[in-house]
């Protein structure tokens, strides 16, 4: 390694790297102070410090908080790979899932929990027995659950995420209206949206991307959608549209389920394509090993549970 840069390492206390991170993770002087065990003076004086040492003012007030400016927010990715490897370094033992222990809090929508959470319980008891896992139906406030760390991950679509959130894109699949074999629909043959959104509709009330979309081609087909009856349970919308007064806007894989394959008729609607899905995140987790296999070995199993139904 070169002189002058062993020179500049020396000159710095890799400590105050460790605050930046957790600073641009928190976007809180305090809370970062809290989460180091520090005091909020210390890591006031931290901050300024980094300041000085990488000549930028790093970040800007927002309200009572903190906002990290481009700058801090394009360190963040080499700290982690710092922090990554730190933890490698220090451990120095193979990584093994069997060994993990403590508790993940994921947040799915109620359909996604009952599609995937039998194949992920089965995964975790056989590779990793010792995790417990806590699902939770999405809210909107998820991203607020993430920061304030009452989530570890959860599933979101079209929102536009903090810059403290990371994601990674779950594929999205064809969306359907859907009604009962009763329904007037069920008489027309291929009926088109307008046709459709002239019946009462149902809607999935959670933040969800898909019934945005179907509002905006309402619009644009100059059509008034009927909304008279909703739920923030995806199970309890489609529960509802079996009484059959209401058409409902699902994604494709509520008819992995026999059930709702046999109960509801459905019909593609092309143009209402969803916001690109993803499993999100906070940055606080980003290097933590047990968050970060958990993660991956979810995505893995959604791609082969996928690939088995197309």
């Known amino acids: 390694m070169h002189y002058s840069i062993l020179e500049r390492i020396q000159a710095c206390d890799l400590n105050l790297l460790l605050s930046l991170a957790v600073l641009i993770e928190e976007q809180s002087v305090s809370v970062s102070a809290e989460r180091l065990g520090l005091s909020q003076p210390t890591m006031s004086k931290h901050l300024k410090k980094l300041r000085i040492y990488f000549d930028d003012e790093l970040f800007f007030k927002q309200g009572h908080r903190i906002k990290a400016n481009d700058k801090a927010l394009s360190l963040l990715p080499n700290l982690h790979q710092w922090l990554q490897m730190s933890q490698r370094l220090m451990l120095q033992s193979p990584f093994d899932a069997s060994d993990l222990r403590g508790v993940i809090r994921i947040a799915f ?11 992920i319980l089965r995964t975790m008891a056989s590779e990793a027995p010792h995790l417990e896992l806590e699902f939770m139906n999405k809210s909107r406030q998820v991203f607020s659950m993430l920061e304030r760390g009452e989530l570890d991950l959860a599933t979101v679509a079209s929102e536009h995420p903090p810059t403290n959130i990371y994601g990674s894109v779950i594929p999205n699949l064809k969306n359907y209206a859907v009604y009962v074999q009763s329904h007037p629909l069920s008489a027309i043959n291929k009926p088109t949206l307008k046709q459709i959104l002239s019946h009462a509709t149902a809607e999935y009330s959670s933040s969800d991307s898909l019934e945005s979309v179907i509002d905006q081609l309402a619009t644009q087909l100059d059509c008034i959608r009927q909304v008279t009856f909703s739920s923030d349970s995806m199970t309890v919308m489609l529960h509802g549209l079996l009484a059959g007064q209401h058409v409902g806007f699902v994604p494709e ?21 969803s ?8 940055a606080r987790v980003h290097s ?8 991956n070995r979810i995505l893995s199993l959604i791609d082969e549970h996928l690939d088995t139904i197309r």
């Open 109 to 119: 929508r109620d359909d996604q929990a009952e599609q995937f959470m039998p194949l």
């Open 253 to 273: 894989r509520i008819f992995h389920d026999p059930f709702w394959r046999q109960h509801l008729l459905r019909v593609h609607i092309p143009e209402a394509k």
């Open 275 to 282: 916001a690109i899905n993803y499993l999100c995140w906070h």
């Open 288 to 295: 933590d090993p047990i968050i970060q296999w958990f993660k």
